[in-house]
């Protein structure tokens, strides 16, 4: 919006360089005219262009201007803005800067206008200055602030549907600050299990809720949490009425401090969990059990997997996809769901069990069946099968025995490797036939394979096939 600013109406008019102006000659008045606008128009009295000057490069459209009506080349809602503007000038009043736009072929060019009356009247000088760039930035700031709005309204949405889960939450939820312990916000359901009044929690100290004896192991808790992702909940004592309670303890930053988020859980209610028979026995049972959403995310595991991968805690494995310890990678957990779909379980795929960064795993044995449902849950039995290997009788190269052991060997060595064996495994196999259809006749078995008996012989020393004597027959 142009104010009295713009004008010269107001200003302190030049004092001691007064006389430089008298002295311009005509090349200087000229370029000082160019110079205060980007489009600089000569005018007569009725508005006819004489003269203009300005870039064709900025201004291509504006070439054909001169001879025309200044208020023919505006748009039809500029042109009262241009007779009042020479209006003005004929009176000789102050001028302020106009706004109006020209139609071009690229659309409308909006120029700012002020105009001088010189010779008595006879001429007027237009200076018009470019507003493209500044309308350009204007959208741009609108743009801006549009998007700005709409990440308010999206996060104050998110506000509100946090603070309605916050609230509606039946598990007792606390955030407090990492450095004094201060509690920022607390549910109803907190509110509840420590016995305060509703409100009451912010702004008290964590410690001053939990028993002296149970302090120390909160302090231990807070420590843990702002070092390490996986830590395990721990029992503690609510001051009031001595109530046992289960502590969970998350670390997380915002706004460059440091948070707690603090879950309670009642203590009689971990022990009606724990109390279950068929939780107990999957928690020891010697194979490992471990049990996955529909993203093979693990949701729970018993103390077996826990050891098979070496893991701290069950805690450290939730929430990690399947795929970082079982199986190799981009292969087994795809064929087991495949036959999961097809036949509605896998049974004893054959596979790996890594831990930590290991590539080839410790081999075990696996079956997997999968819930129904919008959210069906998977549950896998994985048995290692690493020992029963070991005490097979070794062969000469332990070379596979089928074609099924074979495609095993994906994923394990490359594909040169792989053919490799299946040649071993079919001259074998076509050893061993031979030798049964000639009842261990080495002299018919090597003629009808089409060997020599030295040739034979080499072969079955190669795969430890028959009794062989110590000399030759």
Known sequence: MLTRKHSIEGKNPFGAASGLFDSLDADAAKKLAMVAGDVTLVLDDTGTILDAAFDPKDFPDFENWVGENWIETVTDESRPKIMEMLAAARRGEVQHWRQVNHPTRNGDVPIRYAVLSVNGGEHFIAFGRDLREAGKLQQRLLQVQQSLERDYLRMRQLESRYRMLFDLSAEPVMIVEASSLRIREANPSAHSLVGARLGSLPGKKLLSLVDRSSRDAVQALVGAALASEAIGPATIKIAKGSREVTASFSGFTQDRGQYLLVRLVPAE??????????????????????VANSNLEIVNAN????????????????????????????????????QIDQYGAARNVSTVLRSGNEIDGEPVELSAVRSGGDEPLYAFVIRPIGRRLRDLPPGSQDLPRSVEQLTDLVGRMSLKDIVRESTDLIERLCIEAALSYTSDNRASAAEILGLSRQSLYSKLHRYGLGNLPSEGE
């Open 269 to 290: 209610e971990n022990a009606l969990a724990e109390t279950s028979p068929i939780a107990d026995l999957v928690d020891n049972m010697p194979d490992a059990f471990v």
């Open 303 to 338: 103390n077996a997997f826990v050891e098979l991968v070496n893991a701290a805690s069950l805690d450290q494995l939730r929430g990690q996809h399947l795929s970082e310890n079982i199986g190799r990678p981009g292969i087994d957990l795809d064929l087991i769901e495949g």
